[in-house]
């Protein structure tokens, strides 16, 4: 157990560290605008050479910086969390592996070495997802696994596109514009949505939370889901000679889709799936307008506030003697104040208020799609996410941390010194982490001048969605609950607008009832009498027909015989 103890504080310190490292040094190339391409030659046979190059610039060295903090908060975080399981040493190696087929994918100039991250990454999250091995976490490893591989075959699909290219380095051709580029763009958005859960992709997020609450952590801020918003980033140049509306329609619904259906989900980790969900959807949408850099921006601010919320979130699951309804919670900030301090500053962080880490990307996105040229729907359907964003969180602070007293009676509630450590930096991070990053991603004031009514829009989405969230989670005896009564609408907003059905057994059940009736037909039927059967019928026929006369020539003869003389005598 000693030796555990130490290996996960020893492996979360060296992240730690080396995150530090690499955000300092990413600051100092943003700084004087430096970049790195590093050619590795690890084989050299009968003059072919086989180079591995590794691509470093103020974006990649900064996104793996915070990767490596946030991983190493949450290895902290596992060394008490998973105390008590009987593989925690195969646990943190599966961590560590993805964290480093994270950093591959990033630090990638070139599409194969990008798919060695990104199959690990596939590969790894589906043995981190059925890490619980019961019936429930298999099915949803299937579904990751199986969702994902469409993503990894439209990459291997586009290293085949890229022959057409001088070399495999998109990194040198993203500025370069040719007829059949169309293609390539597409299979790179494909493989980004199947990696991201955008619609019609979104069913295997919120079932990947069967994994282990430290991977949810993970897989949430800043890796797996991030993936393919950070490939598409990448690309974004080449976005800007296509019209991107219909892509950006998907990334909306996506939004708004994961919005609602938060609003109506009683798993608290599905709630926050769901969200990450809606930010992702977010990040996509204000890349497709043509601002990666805002997506960028988002996408990291975004990692320090989400790590954080899971971490407290599995806290007060394990507290809950591993429920995961938020029914069954309650006034839990009387039991455990440090964390729901640190749940309630992500929260405040999520949603966009004031002056906190989500606030400085979510307040200029929303003023850069009020600036963009797309039409009401867009702007509607921006703000109205927006809007649900704080309703769901209101929603689960409520039924978590106040009124609610549905609360088992025994529960073990505890503090751990080293989940509280792991807790403090991701909070600073909440707080600051985006006003630190605002200074060093724009290198000078980007003035935005509206009217005051759109100037104070995301502020009163935001108050009327807080207050939304509260009317429709309120209740008592004597109030008739708005979910109940209108009970259709609430299943369907709730269950992701039936996504999750046409994923699986919707694809499977019609596959299924035709294989039954090829079964009955060829296997039990006419098709196993007559082909299957064949030889053998005929082969016994004539030895029945053989053995009968062998057995009965003398009667057969005489037979014959009177035949013959009858038809003599007519």
Same mark, same amino acid.
């Given at each position: 157990?000693?030796?555990?103890?130490?290996?996960?504080?020893?492996?979360?310190?060296?992240?730690?560290?080396?995150?530090?490292?690499?955000?300092?040094?990413?600051?100092?190339?943003?700084?004087?605008?430096?970049?790195?391409?590093?050619?590795?030659?690890?084989?050299?046979?009968?003059?072919?050479?086989?180079?591995?190059?590794?691509?470093?610039?103020?974006?990649?060295?900064?996104?793996?910086?915070?990767?490596?903090?946030?991983?190493?908060?949450?290895?902290?975080?596992?060394?008490?969390?998973?105390?008590?399981?009987?593989?925690?040493?195969?646990?943190?190696?599966?961590?560590?592996?993805?964290?480093?087929?994270?950093?591959?994918?990033?630090?990638?100039?070139?599409?194969?070495?990008?798919?060695?991250?990104?199959?690990?990454?596939?590969?790894?999250?589906?043995?981190?997802?059925?890490?619980?091995?019961?019936?429930?976490?298999?099915?949803?490893?299937?579904?990751?696994?199986?969702?994902?591989?469409?993503?990894?075959?439209?990459?291997?699909?586009?290293?085949?596109?890229?022959?057409?290219?001088?070399?495999?380095?998109?990194?040198?051709?993203?500025?370069?514009?040719?007829?059949?580029?169309?293609?390539?763009?597409?299979?790179?958005?494909?493989?980004?949505?199947?990696?991201?859960?955008?619609?019609?992709?979104?069913?295997?997020?919120?079932?990947?939370?069967?994994?282990?609450?430290?991977?949810?952590?993970?897989?949430?801020?800043?890796?797996?889901?991030?993936?393919?918003?950070?490939?598409?980033?990448?690309?974004?140049?080449?976005?800007?000679? =296509?019209?991107? +509306?219909? @892509?950006? %329609?998907?990334?909306? /619904?996506?939004? *708004?889709?994961?919005? &609602?259906?938060?609003? $109506?989900?009683?798993?608290?980790?599905?709630?926050?799936?769901?969200?990450?969900?809606?930010?992702?959807? =977010?990040?996509? +949408?204000? @890349?497709? %307008?043509?601002?990666? /850099?805002?997506? *960028?921006?988002?996408? &990291?601010?975004?990692? $320090?506030?989400?790590?954080?919320?899971?971490?407290?979130?599995?806290?007060?699951?394990?507290?809950?003697?591993?429920?995961?309804?938020?029914?069954? %919670?309650?006034?839990?900030?009387?039991?455990?104040?440090?964390?729901?301090?640190?749940?309630?500053?992500?929260?405040?962080?999520?949603?966009?208020?004031?002056?906190?880490?989500?606030?400085?990307?979510?307040?200029?996105?929303?003023?850069?799609?009020?600036?963009?040229?797309?039409?009401?729907?867009?702007?509607?359907?921006?703000?109205?996410?927006?809007?649900?964003?704080?309703?769901?969180?209101?929603?689960?602070?409520?039924?978590?941390?106040?009124?609610?007293?549905?609360?088992?009676?025994?529960?073990?509630?505890?503090?751990?010194?080293?989940?509280?450590?792991?807790?403090?930096?991701?909070?600073?991070?909440?707080?600051?982490?985006?006003?630190?990053?605002?200074?060093?991603?724009?290198?000078?004031?980007?003035?935005?001048?509206?009217?005051?009514?759109?100037?104070?829009?995301?502020?009163?989405?935001?108050?009327?969605?807080?207050?939304?969230?509260?009317?429709?989670?309120?209740?008592?005896?004597?109030?008739?609950?708005?979910?109940?009564?209108?009970?259709?609408?609430?299943?369907?907003?709730?269950?992701?607008?039936?996504?999750?059905?046409?994923?699986?057994?919707?694809?499977?059940?019609?596959?299924?009832?035709?294989?039954?009736?090829?079964?009955?037909?060829?296997?039990?039927?006419?098709?196993?009498?007559?082909?299957?059967?064949?030889?053998?019928?005929?082969?016994?026929?004539?030895?029945?027909?053989?053995?009968?006369?062998?057995?009965?020539?003398?009667?057969?003869?005489?037979?014959?015989?009177?035949?013959?003389?009858?038809?003599?005598?007519?």
């Amino acid at each position: 157990m000693v030796g555990m103890v130490s290996l996960y504080i020893l492996g979360g310190f060296l992240l730690l560290l080396f995150g530090m490292f690499f955000v300092l040094i990413g600051i100092t190339f943003l700084v004087n605008d430096y970049m790195i391409f590093l050619d590795w030659e690890f084989l050299s046979l009968n003059s072919t050479c086989m180079t591995m190059t590794l691509f470093f610039d103020w974006m990649s060295l900064i996104f793996v910086g915070c990767v490596f903090l946030i991983s190493s908060m949450v290895i902290y975080y596992s060394d008490s969390y998973m105390s008590s399981d009987n593989d925690s040493v195969r646990f943190y190696f599966l961590v560590f592996l993805f964290v480093m087929s994270m950093m591959m994918m990033i630090i990638s100039p070139n599409l194969i070495s990008i798919l060695i991250g990104w199959d690990g990454l596939g590969l790894v999250s589906y043995c981190l997802v059925i890490y619980f091995q019961n019936y429930k976490s298999y099915s949803a490893g299937m579904l990751t696994i199986l969702t994902n591989r469409i993503g990894d075959v439209a990459i291997l699909l586009a290293i085949a596109w890229m022959i057409n290219f001088g070399s495999w380095h998109y990194i040198f051709y993203i500025y370069s514009w040719d007829s059949w580029c169309y293609f390539l763009v597409f299979l790179i958005v494909l493989a980004g949505f199947t990696k991201s859960a955008q619609i019609p992709f979104s069913s295997w997020l919120p079932a990947a939370m069967a994994a282990p609450t430290p991977v949810s952590s993970l897989v949430h801020s800043s890796t797996l889901v991030t993936a393919g918003v950070y490939l598409l980033i990448r690309f974004s140049h080449m976005f800007n000679n =296509l019209d991107c +509306s219909f @892509l950006l %329609m998907f990334s909306m /619904l996506t939004m *708004f889709m994961s919005g &609602l259906g938060a609003n $109506f989900e009683y798993d608290m980790k599905k709630i926050i799936a769901l969200s990450t969900l809606s930010q992702l959807g =977010l990040m996509m +949408s204000i @890349l497709f %307008m043509g601002f990666p /850099l805002l997506a *960028f921006f988002h996408l &990291l601010s975004h990692a $320090f506030f989400k790590a954080l919320l899971f971490l407290c979130a599995g806290l007060i699951i394990h507290s809950m003697s591993d429920s995961q309804d938020i029914r069954h %919670m309650g006034c839990v900030v009387n039991q455990l104040p440090f964390t729901c301090t640190c749940f309630m500053i992500s929260n405040f962080s999520l949603c966009g208020l004031p002056f906190m880490s989500g606030f400085y990307s979510k307040d200029i996105i929303l003023e850069m799609v009020m600036t963009s040229s797309y039409n009401f729907f867009v702007f509607l359907i921006f703000f109205i996410s927006v809007g649900l964003t704080v309703s769901y969180s209101v929603r689960l602070v409520y039924y978590c941390l106040s009124f609610n007293m549905n609360l088992y009676v025994c529960q073990n509630y505890c503090e751990d010194s080293l989940m509280m450590k792991s807790m403090v930096l991701l909070t600073i991070l909440s707080v600051c982490g985006g006003s630190i990053l605002s200074w060093f991603l724009f290198s000078f004031p980007i003035l935005v001048v509206l009217p005051l009514g759109l100037k104070m829009m995301p502020l009163i989405f935001i108050l009327f969605g807080g207050w939304l969230g509260y009317e429709l989670s309120f209740s008592n005896y004597f109030t008739s609950v708005y979910s109940l009564r209108y009970y259709f609408i609430s299943f369907f907003s709730g269950s992701m607008w039936f996504m999750p059905f046409f994923s699986t057994f919707m694809v499977s059940g019609p596959f299924l009832s035709l294989s039954k009736n090829y079964y009955e037909v060829m296997d039990s039927g006419w098709g196993e009498y007559f082909i299957s059967k064949s030889s053998y019928i005929v082969s016994s026929s004539f030895s029945k027909l053989y053995s009968f006369y062998h057995f009965n020539n003398l009667k057969l003869f005489i037979m014959v015989f009177f035949i013959l003389f009858i038809f003599i005598l007519i």
